[in-house]
């Protein structure tokens, strides 16, 4: 039910009956539209949603990057799906050392392209289960639009601006997104034929013959290889997603499911269980203790996230501890009304041993959601880590494979350290949220650091203060931790965000950081939810972006 006192918006939520797609970008939300209107699942909007973001947003989305998927069925059961690739068999720390990389894996190049692209895969294996479409029809407007080009839009624009010098070292890149050696203006016709060529290839052939096991892969690694890349053909070709039981908890009176490592999925849930304990209903919206009590539980939830998240074959995390309701009324404890912690002196509940924590880099990523008129309901989070990646096209392919291994570390006693066949931390978490056993809500964000922050932002604002979910992505938004291009652990809070309430915050303790009234930095968030009673769903997508919410 809407709130009567809400906040009032740029936009009203999107409302249908029949089928219902938000996505980061129109052309995306429009060609997962077409597919529920041919009957297509949930299942299928959502790889038609992310093939389109292939090239209409390939700056946060790409054939060359890992998906999270969780999908609801109507009956409640829900599914998740890792789509995460692994490092490379060669990528190991002495490859790296012997190439004078001894502390950090480089950030950009080849170098950074030390894991397999997992997302195909993940398309392969979700419409295995749930297709209802013919695979190949999916990737129609995908590679129309590649082919033909699609208007450059804002995101777009503004990042091929901020990144032009990082895109101008590469050849191919420059070539791509720089023509006449200047970034292509919003409005602008950006052609991808090989990218085009590439998503044909996967649309004719399949995920695995048309991607991880045939000439693409070989091209790919090779283009790769030739500037230093460990990516082997054979490492593609062994490479397939797999399903996961999803982690969960209760938060008032809804359950909420997140993905578990190697993601960061236990900390929203965390964060959640945290907050729980408080009456965050009278704390009130956009008050000093709703701002304070969310940033100290994030400080909370992230001295355990720095701790512990890797890939969990390789490192035994106690994930039962630290999603118990016992456990968040522990360190609850720690959090005082009026005094804010220090998030760089956060000490863990739990520790894993005495190593150099390193906290994960801003990434970009496209959050997208799908319901279909059976109700099967679907999450899904892609990515290529930071904005273009690795910043290198992979030859001909019209790749940009993602530098998310370069977030492995190099000590050797870090649980994140580098090991061959190892999935790194991930930053990347769908959200899913069912009431009374049924399926409610599906949301998600980019945004790194701040994921965890605006699904906790989302569901305060839905549960608590019964938003609609256009007024709970509009509402202003906070950050605990750094953003792009920033190494401080400041509070940022977005500049709607009253005077009166930041210089509180800051007598508090908190270091508060003011930023524009819609910050790009908090990250592009979409959602939709089930309305039982009414009979529709009701949708929103992010202003902060290009986003947009429409069904039938």
């Known amino acids: 039910m809407t709130a009567p006192h809400g906040p009032r918006t740029g936009r009203p939520p999107s409302r249908a009956g029949r089928g219902m797609v938000a996505a980061p970008h129109p052309l995306a939300t429009g060609a997962g539209v077409a597919v529920l209107r041919r009957g297509g699942s949930a299942v299928d909007a959502a790889i038609a949603t992310n093939a389109v973001l292939c090239a209409a947003y390939p700056h946060m989305a790409g054939l060359g990057g890992d998906g999270f998927w969780l999908i609801a069925e109507p009956d409640g059961s829900i599914t998740?799906?890792?789509?995460?690739?692994?490092?490379?068999?060669?990528?190991?720390?002495?490859?790296?050392?012997?190439?004078?990389?001894?502390?950090?894996?480089?950030?950009?190049?080849?170098?950074?392209?030390?894991?397999?692209?997992?997302?195909?895969?993940?398309?392969?294996?979700?419409?295995?289960?749930?297709?209802?479409?013919?695979?190949?029809?999916?990737?129609?407007?995908?590679?129309?639009?590649?082919?033909?080009?699609?208007?450059?839009?804002?995101?777009?624009?503004?990042?091929?601006?901020?990144?032009?010098?990082?895109?101008?070292?590469?050849?191919?890149?420059?070539?791509?997104?720089?023509?006449?050696?200047?970034?292509?203006?919003?409005?602008?016709?950006?052609?991808?034929?090989?990218?085009?060529?590439?998503?044909?290839?996967?649309?004719r052939h399949g995920a695995r013959a048309g991607f991880y096991e045939g000439d693409l892969a070989r091209r790919f690694c090779a283009a790769l290889s030739a500037d230093g890349s460990p990516l082997h053909p054979d490492d593609l070709a062994g490479y397939q997603a797999h399903w996961e039981e999803p982690v969960s908890t209760e938060y008032r009176d809804v359950r909420v499911y997140e993905l578990p490592p190697n993601t960061q999925g236990f900390a929203a849930l965390q964060i959640l269980n945290l907050i729980e304990g408080f009456d965050v209903r009278a704390f009130g919206d956009g008050t000093p203790d709703y701002y304070h009590h969310l940033a100290e539980s994030v400080k909370l939830a992230f001295a355990d996230r720095n701790e512990w998240l890797t890939d969990r074959h390789w490192?035994?995390?106690?994930?039962?501890?630290?999603?118990?309701?016992?456990?968040?009324?522990?360190?609850?404890?720690?959090?005082?009304?009026?005094?804010?912690?220090?998030?760089?002196?956060?000490?863990?509940?739990?520790?894993?041993?005495?190593?150099?924590?390193?906290?994960?880099?801003?990434?970009?990523?496209?959050?997208?959601?799908?319901?279909?008129?059976?109700?099967?309901?679907?999450?899904?989070?892609?990515?290529?880590?930071?904005?273009?990646?690795?910043?290198?096209?992979?030859?001909?392919?019209?790749?940009?494979?993602?530098?998310?291994?370069?977030?492995?570390?190099?000590?050797?006693?870090?649980?994140?350290r580098m090991e061959p066949g190892k999935r790194t931390f991930h930053t990347l978490i769908p959200g899913l949220a069912t009431r009374d056993g049924r399926p409610w809500l599906a949301f998600g964000t980019m945004g790194g650091e701040g994921q965890p922050q605006t699904h906790a932002a989302l569901l305060t604002r839905l549960v608590d203060f019964g938003y609609d979910v256009q007024q709970a992505i509009e509402a202003p938004r906070w950050l605990m931790g750094r953003t792009w291009g920033t190494s401080r652990q400041d509070l940022s809070l977005e500049g709607r965000i009253s005077d009166e309430v930041a210089r509180e915050l800051e007598r508090r303790g908190q270091p508060v950081r003011m930023v524009p009234d819609w910050d790009d930095n908090m990250g592009h968030a979409q959602a939709i939810?089930?309305?039982?009673?009414?009979?529709?769903?009701?949708?929103?997508?992010?202003?902060?972006?290009?986003?947009?919410?429409?069904?039938y």
């Not at 995460?84 to 080849?110: C, F, I, L, Q």
């Not at 804002?154 to 890149?173: I, Q």
């Not at 290198?392 to 291994?405: E, M």
Request: glycine residues 10%; hydrophobic residues 40%.
């Open 80 to 203: 998740g799906l890792n789509a995460s690739g692994p490092a490379a068999m060669a990528a190991t720390r002495d490859y790296y050392a012997e190439r004078g990389h001894h502390d950090a894996v480089p950030v950009r190049g080849a170098l950074s392209a030390l894991t397999v692209p997992g997302a195909v895969d993940g398309w392969r294996l979700a419409h295995e289960r749930h297709g209802r479409l013919p695979w190949q029809e999916l990737f129609d407007d995908a590679i129309a639009y590649a082919r033909a080009g699609v208007p450059v839009g804002r995101s777009l624009a503004d990042w091929l601006v901020d990144d032009a010098d990082l895109l101008g070292e590469h050849e191919l890149t420059a070539r791509t997104f720089l023509p006449r050696g200047r970034p292509a203006r919003e409005g602008t016709r950006l052609v991808l034929g090989d990218l085009a060529r590439s998503l044909e290839s996967v649309a």
């Open 315 to 416: 490192v035994d995390i106690p994930l039962k501890e630290l999603l118990s309701k016992e456990y968040a009324a522990s360190r609850r404890e720690l959090i005082a009304a009026h005094t804010a912690m220090v998030m760089e002196e956060v000490e863990p509940g739990i520790r894993f041993g005495d190593h150099a924590r390193r906290q994960p880099a801003a990434g970009d990523t496209c959050a997208f959601s799908a319901v279909d008129g059976r109700g099967q309901m679907v999450s899904v989070i892609q990515s290529i880590y930071h904005d273009f990646g690795s910043a290198v096209i992979a030859g001909d392919t019209g790749i940009l494979p993602q530098n998310r291994g370069s977030f492995f570390s190099l000590d050797a006693s870090h649980p994140n």
């Open 529 to 551: 939810r089930i309305d039982r009673e009414q009979g529709y769903c009701e949708a929103g997508a992010d202003p902060r972006g290009d986003g947009a919410a429409a069904g």
